[in-house]
């Protein structure tokens, strides 16, 4: 029989003061422990009766998996720009895909180290993996994420890139459908091969080719736990960007390889003191994206699917300097406006750990939604006071910002500021690097743009800049925005007229209009000039390059407007887009800016029409010739307009560049041969400037893709025109100054030139100065029928 206890009114009073050992570890280690456990099998049985409610609910709607099993990567279609630089790859190349087998052992144990180390052993999901991930983020040790690599084939092939919860059920559910259909094999052989990997290589056969310049199949233990580490985040892990950060996850893959016997504790030595060298390849420049897109988008219409298996070399007509100094110009022409702006607030906000050791980790990966745009980098704050902000690039660099590098950030560091726009530890922020090396904070600008120029002898494309930022936004606003032109639109109104009998010289009064509402029941209208001022009458030539609204409407009114509508398509305008009345004057119709850059082409050559061609040549991955540009020669089939009609508009615009609203161009750059005309819609929605060199013509708009106001102040001659300007300082550099030669049938009298059958005595020599009736020579004025239609197209732009 076994002693009985001491009873408790026995013990010694030093063991009533302090607690057993173990009823110290149960309080201090086993219920903590316990915790844990709980906590993260809770979350392991959510996430199993999140799947469950789905396979009965969502699992029915899937897509189907079958061609994942014929899955077959595609030969690139590479494009060029016209020095033979490669400026895009579509598609991935057939060569860099290995069936598993042929993936060296290695490279497989790399990435199940660090991605999956028990993907044979489960079923699509990991729940001891969740478990795992949900005890290491609850400790606040390293992150670690809970997805499988058949999870990621499924979110890779199948799914949105929004980190959602009800993309995370459909992505564990898409996982269990694929390891229905597939072996592990082939599902590891479809990541590995299909796998972003940064420096535009997918899969790990041309990523090591890219980064190492070598064959997979020569790959070392280091090499390959370096590439391992890059599907995570490939831009934060890019061992040629960021090497220090790359080199710390290159070493913990390979303690994981080691930790799993993937390799001896021999080979994991080896590895960690390997000095990798990396292949010194130029990257595919940037500032292209927009022109390789277009022409890949010409290249899918033509040849379909077949464009990303034949292996299409596609040869344009860019210059890439000039598509270098275009895209600055117009990123430096939108940064400007947007300086003018008030401070919209950081860009996201992220929950930094306590731990710093995890902060420079959780910062390169909150970073990968948000690239670096050109020199507007982007950062996350570590440290915010009023004068002074400390931040960390994606890099891993850190960085001080001091009180001149806040002033656009305005009380954002104050307590008065609002929680959105508020700049506090955890806020993601673009910073800007001036020269003299101090840092300071800018912001993505709301505002876009476009910038197009072409040949107008030939019709070729040499810079196309559809946005601010290929990345952020691929809407190419050079082709595919219609916006309204404003004034810009004014010279072919103008054209119109000359062949109606009106002169430069003609005099037009800037008298004010108002159209009372018709029967129709439309409303009034009463069009104003954009200064708001009316000063009487004045020649054709000093309204257009003063812009006059009231002139443009009183020209139009006299000429017609299905006669202005027919005359547009002359220039390659689609009539139905500028209806036939008085506010099509004013540039209430729709154009893209490639369309004003044709238009406005007919006037630099003289009158003939010429199709905007980007794409000279096209061959197939043998180089077969598949289709080839001929340069257009000029001839009378191509005659938009006459001769006379190009050269007298040529002088009119010319006037605009000298002592109009555009009188900045030829002041700037010191030349008299520039030509053009500015353009600012209603409510300064639209900026633009379309001008041209008789060798180069460059369009410029300025706006918002949800058209708004740009503000009071905002013209064509503030915003576009300084961008076009930076430009054709670049392009026409070395280009002598160029005099144009007057064609037959013009006659220059004092000092202005005239058709011949139109002149002071015989042409169109006032209007609105009278009555109708009473004017010598001038077209009859609309019928009250007439301007009751007009009245249909109330409040349109009163353009600059």
Not at 301 to 322: F, H, I, N, P
């Amino acid at each position: 029989m076994s002693p009985s206890a001491p009873s408790s009114h026995n013990a010694p009073a030093s063991d009533q003061a302090h607690p057993a050992p173990k009823a110290w570890w149960r309080r201090w280690v086993l219920t903590p422990l316990l915790t844990l456990l709980g906590l993260g099998f809770a979350g392991a049985l959510a996430v199993m009766l999140l799947v469950a409610i789905g396979l009965c609910v969502a699992y029915p709607n899937l897509p189907e998996v079958h061609g994942l099993s014929a899955y077959q990567p595609k030969m690139p279609m590479r494009v060029y720009a016209s020095n033979g630089t490669l400026i895009g790859e579509f598609g991935e190349e057939k060569r860099h895909f290995l069936p598993i087998q042929e993936i060296p052992k290695v490279m497989r144990d790399a990435v199940l180290a660090i991605e999956d180390a028990r993907f044979y052993q489960h079923g699509g999901v990991d729940y001891l993996g969740v478990l795992r991930a949900g005890l290491a983020n609850f400790g606040e040790s390293r992150s670690q994420g809970a997805s499988t690599i058949t999870m990621q084939v499924a979110r890779n092939f199948y799914l949105p890139s929004e980190k959602t919860f009800t993309r995370k059920i459909y992505e564990i559910l898409l996982a269990m459908k694929i390891e229905s259909k597939l072996s592990k094999d082939q599902i590891l052989e479809l990541y590995m091969n299909q796998i972003f990997l940064g420096q535009r290589a997918y899969g790990f056969a041309a990523a090591c080719d890219i980064y190492f310049g070598k064959p997979i199949k020569d790959i070392t233990v280091a090499e390959a736990a370096m590439l391992a580490g890059l599907p995570k985040a490939p831009s934060a892990y890019n061992p040629v960007r960021n090497p220090r950060r790359a080199a710390i996850r290159q070493q913990y893959i390979i303690d994981r390889m080691y930790e799993n016997r993937f390799i001896t504790a021999e080979q994991r030595d080896e590895a960690k003191a390997q000095e990798l060298r990396y292949r010194t390849k130029a990257p595919i420049p940037p500032y292209a994206e927009y022109v390789a897109e277009a022409a890949r988008s010409l290249m899918h219409e033509q040849y379909g699917a077949d464009a990303y298996t034949r292996g299409l070399q596609v040869y344009t007509s860019m210059d890439l300097k000039e598509q270098e100094v275009a895209t600055k110009a117009l990123r430096k022409g939108l940064l400007d406006f947007d300086r003018r702006q008030a401070w919209r607030g950081p860009e996201a906000y992220i929950e930094l750990p306590t731990d710093l050791k995890q902060v420079d980790i959780m910062i390169a990966e909150a970073l990968e939604d948000h690239p670096d745009s050109d020199t507007l980098r982007a950062a996350v704050v570590t440290h915010a006071e009023p004068k002074r902000v400390l931040a960390t690039l994606q890099s891993g660099e850190q960085l001080e910002i001091g009180p001149e590098g806040l002033k656009a950030v305005g009380k954002a560091l104050t307590d008065q500021a609002s929680p959105k726009q508020q700049i506090r530890r955890g806020a993601v922020i673009r910073v800007v690097q001036g020269s003299d090396d101090q840092w300071a904070v800018r912001q993505l600008p709301e505002v876009e743009g476009a910038f197009v120029s072409m040949d107008p002898r030939t019709g070729l494309i040499r810079a196309m800049v559809g946005g601010f930022d290929f990345e952020r936004n691929k809407f190419n606003h050079v082709t595919q925005a219609w916006r309204q032109p404003g004034s810009s639109f004014k010279p072919f109104i103008y054209s119109a007229a000359l062949e109606k009998g009106f002169t430069p010289a003609t005099v037009v009064n800037d008298a004010p209009l108002f159209y009372n509402a018709g029967s129709t029941g439309s409303r009034a209208w009463e069009p104003k000039n954009y200064d708001g001022k009316f000063e009487g009458p004045m020649t054709l030539r000093r309204a257009l390059a003063k812009s006059k609204n009231m002139v443009s409407i009183r020209v139009l009114e006299s000429v017609g407007t299905h006669y202005a509508q027919d005359w547009l398509t002359n220039f390659g305008f689609d009539a139905a887009k500028h209806l036939p009345y008085l506010p099509m004057a004013l540039g209430a119709g729709s154009v893209t800016p490639l369309q004003m850059a044709d238009g406005y082409a007919v006037f630099a050559n003289g009158g003939y029409r010429v199709n905007p061609t980007l794409v000279l040549k096209v061959t197939d991955g043998r180089g077969h010739l598949l289709a080839q540009y001929r340069p257009n020669v000029l001839d009378e089939s191509m005659r938009g307009i006459n001769a006379r009609n190009a050269f007298v508009m040529n002088s009119l615009l010319q006037e605009v560049a000298r002592t109009g609203t555009a009188a900045r161009a030829q002041a700037t750059l010191k030349r008299p041969d520039l030509y053009g005309k500015t353009g600012t819609t209603n409510d300064s929605m639209d900026a633009w400037f379309a001008g041209y060199h008789p060798s180069l013509v460059a369009v410029v708009w300025i706006g918002y893709d949800q058209p708004r106001k740009l503000g009071d102040r905002e013209t064509g001659g503030g915003l576009a025109l300084p961008v076009w300007i930076d430009y054709m300082a670049t392009a026409l550099r070395n280009t002598p100054v160029t005099e144009l030669s007057p064609p037959e049938g013009v006659v220059n009298i004092g000092g202005e030139w005239f058709y011949e059958e139109y002149t002071r005595s015989s042409g169109v020599r006032d209007v609105g100065l009278q009555s109708p009736d009473a004017e010598e020579g001038a077209p009859s004025a609309p019928s009250a029928s007439e301007k009751s239609d007009i009245l249909d197209m109330f409040g349109k732009p009163a353009g600059e």
